[in-house]
C-alpha cells in the first residue's frame, strides 16, 4: 500500500495527513469510503454531520468522529462551517472497529496541528509524534439515531420536507394531498420503504434535527421550538423515548468529554 505522504528529498513515509476546511456553502460529499484510510474528522465550528450504516452522527467542536477504512459515510457541512479532516494509514490499528465519537485532548490537536504545519519533520520524531496522538484518542458514548429514507418521489418529498422543517405540523392526509397520493397509499408506502410507520419516521427526524442542533449548543427551549413542539417537556419526553437519555444527559456527555479532551 501507497503511504499518504513522503517527503520530497528522502524516502521517509508519514501515515497521518491532515487537511482544513472553511467553507463559505452548504457543502455535501456523497456516500463513498476509503479502502486504504481511517477517516477523523474534528476541530469543528458550525454544523457538521455524518451519516454511515452505524447511524448519524453531528459533531461537535468538543469531539472528533472516528470512521475507520472502508466504511462508506456521507458528510454535510453547513455554510461557514469549520472542521479538520484527518487521513490515518489503515495500516495503523483502528481507534475503534466501528464509527464513533471521540475525545481530542489538547495535546492530540496540538500535534496533529504541529504535523500539519510542518509535514517535512524526520523520521523518528515524526513517527513518535504520530503514535501518541492515536494513543491519547478515547472513544466516546454520543446519542444516534437510525432513519432510513424512502426513495418513491412522493415518501421522498414529504422525507426531505420534514428534514428541512421538523417543525412542520401537517398530516398524512395533508401530505397526501400535497404529493398526490391518499393517506392510506402513503401510510403503507412509509412502512414499506422505511420499516417505520409515517408517525414513527417524523419523529425520528425531529430527533435527528434535535441532536444536530443541540450539538451545535442550541438551548433545549430553543431546539424544541424548531423540532415541532409545543413545549420543551414534550420535547424532552420524546427524545428520552427514542435515545434514552434526555436532551441535559445528551450536553452533559458531550461537556465530560469536553473535560477530559481539555
Avoid at 489503515?90 to 481507534?95: K, N, R, W, Y
Wanted: net charge negative; hydrophobic share 45%.
Amino acid at each position: 500500500m501507497s503511504p499518504i505522504g513522503q517527503h520530497p528529498d528522502e524516502s521517509v513515509a508519514w501515515r497521518i495527513d491532515t487537511n482544513s476546511f472553511e467553507l463559505a456553502d452548504h457543502v455535501e460529499w456523497d456516500a463513498h469510503s476509503h479502502d486504504d484510510r481511517h477517516e477523523l474528522l474534528w476541530g469543528t465550528r458550525g454544523a457538521l454531520t455524518a451519516e454511515t450504516d452505524d447511524g448519524y452522527f453531528a459533531i461537535p467542536g468538543s469531539l472528533g468522529l472516528w470512521i475507520p477504512a472502508g466504511v462508506t459515510h456521507r458528510v454535510v457541512a453547513a455554510a461557514g462551517t469549520v472542521f479538520r479532516c484527518t487521513f490515518i494509514d489503515a495500516d495503523i490499528d483502528a481507534v475503534a472497529a466501528r464509527t464513533t465519537a471521540v475525545a481530542i485532548p489538547e495535546v492530540v490537536r496540538a500535534l496533529l496541528d504541529r504535523l500539519e504545519a510542518f509535514p517535512y519533520l524526520s523520521a523518528s520524531p515524526r513517527l513518535h509524534a504520530e503514535e501518541l496522538a492515536l494513543s491519547l484518542l478515547e472513544p466516546v458514548e454520543v446519542s444516534t439515531i437510525d432513519l432510513p429514507l424512502p426513495l418513491d418521489m412522493r415518501t421522498r418529498l414529504v422525507a426531505e420536507a420534514l428534514l428541512s422543517d421538523p417543525a412542520d405540523a401537517r398530516s398524512i392526509e395533508d401530505w397526501g394531498r400535497h404529493v398526490g397520493a391518499s393517506a392510506r397509499n402513503l401510510s403503507r408506502l412509509f412502512v414499506a420503504e422505511t420499516g417505520l410507520s409515517f408517525s414513527t419516521w417524523r419523529t425520528r427526524a425531529r430527533m435527528r434535527r434535535a441532536i444536530e442542533w443541540l450539538a451545535a449548543d442550541h438551548t433545549v427551549a430553543h431546539v424544541s421550538r424548531r423540532s415541532g413542539y409545543a413545549t420543551p417537556s414534550a420535547f424532552v419526553q420524546a427524545f428520552r423515548r427514542e435515545l434514552g437519555r434526555t436532551p441535559g444527559e445528551f450536553a452533559s456527555v458531550r461537556s465530560e468529554a469536553t473535560k477530559k479532551s481539555a
